[in-house]
């Protein structure tokens, strides 16, 4: 069983973290259909109570940072927030001591700014949200890369903005099942981009 933990914070954006929380929790569906032992999927934020995204939506996180179970995989979503959450010393420093025992550490957008503040990201290839690619480069000691939907570097996947997120994590969902799984939860989910007004 994996424990997949998203990071919840406020002014975080709504998609990044409910991208990656469909697939995973899709891949549990799916396993659980298979006769396997469904994975868990949590909300973390560093207090209890709703916590307000970026466009309006609230969500009411699972755990807290002092109460949450073990982790496999740690995701750091973007939004408006995460540019302040950078200089949250409480939840970098949770966020480093945490990412050095999970087998995976993932960011979505600016979550990147986030992996790169608390540690984890640090000397590492990232992708972040386009806008976003001078800031992370300016702050040194990463290679940002531009053009690639997400990028692994180590066990850090990093991706671009909002919609990029669920391809990383169904790339995540096959390194910790298998590339076949991962094809069931992508088909499950129906997950197949077709933009109407592409350049």
Same mark, same amino acid.
């Given at each position: 069983?994996?424990?997949?933990?998203?990071?919840?914070?406020? @002014?975080?954006?709504?998609?990044?973290?409910?991208?990656?929380?469909?697939?995973?929790?899709?891949?549990?569906?799916?396993?659980?259909?298979?006769?396997?032992?469904?994975?868990?999927? !949590?909300?973390?934020?560093?207090?209890?109570?709703?916590?307000? *995204?970026?466009? /309006?939506?609230?969500?009411?996180? @699972?755990?807290?940072?002092?109460?949450?179970?073990?982790?496999?995989?740690?995701?750091?979503?973007?939004?408006?927030?995460?540019?302040?959450?950078?200089?949250?010393?409480?939840?970098?420093?949770?966020?480093?001591?945490?990412?050095?025992? *999970?087998?995976?550490?993932?960011?979505?957008?600016?979550?990147?700014?986030?992996?790169?503040?608390?540690?984890?990201?640090?000397?590492?290839?990232?992708?972040?949200?386009? #806008?976003?690619? @001078?800031?992370?480069?300016?702050?040194?000691? !990463?290679?940002?890369?531009?053009?690639?939907?997400?990028?692994?570097? /180590?066990?850090?996947?990093?991706?671009?903005?909002?919609?990029?997120?669920?391809?990383?994590?169904?790339?995540?969902?096959?390194?910790?099942?298998?590339?076949?799984?991962?094809?069931? !939860?992508?088909?499950?989910?129906?997950?197949?981009? #077709?933009?109407?007004?592409?350049?």
């Amino acid at each position: 069983m994996t424990t997949n933990g998203l990071v919840l914070f406020p @002014d975080v954006e709504e998609l990044d973290f409910v991208g990656p929380w469909e697939v995973f929790a899709t891949s549990s569906m799916v396993k659980s259909l298979g006769g396997g032992e469904p994975d868990t999927v !949590v909300g973390i934020s560093q207090s209890a109570g709703p916590v307000r *995204c970026a466009k /309006g939506m609230r969500v009411v996180p @699972d755990h807290t940072l002092s109460d949450h179970p073990d982790l496999h995989v740690v995701l750091v979503p973007g939004g408006q927030g995460a540019r302040r959450e950078k200089d949250n010393r409480e939840l970098m420093g949770w966020l480093a001591e945490v990412s050095s025992r *999970c087998r995976w550490v993932a960011s979505v957008c600016t979550g990147a700014l986030l992996l790169h503040e608390a540690g984890p990201g640090k000397g590492r290839r990232l992708a972040t949200h386009w #806008a976003f690619e @001078d800031s992370l480069a300016a702050r040194g000691n !990463v290679e940002v890369v531009s053009g690639a939907r997400w990028v692994q570097d /180590g066990n850090v996947v990093s991706s671009q903005g909002v919609s990029a997120g669920i391809d990383m994590a169904l790339w995540l969902v096959g390194q910790l099942e298998s590339p076949g799984h991962a094809r069931t !939860v992508q088909r499950y989910m129906q997950y197949d981009p #077709a933009p109407p007004y592409q350049e």
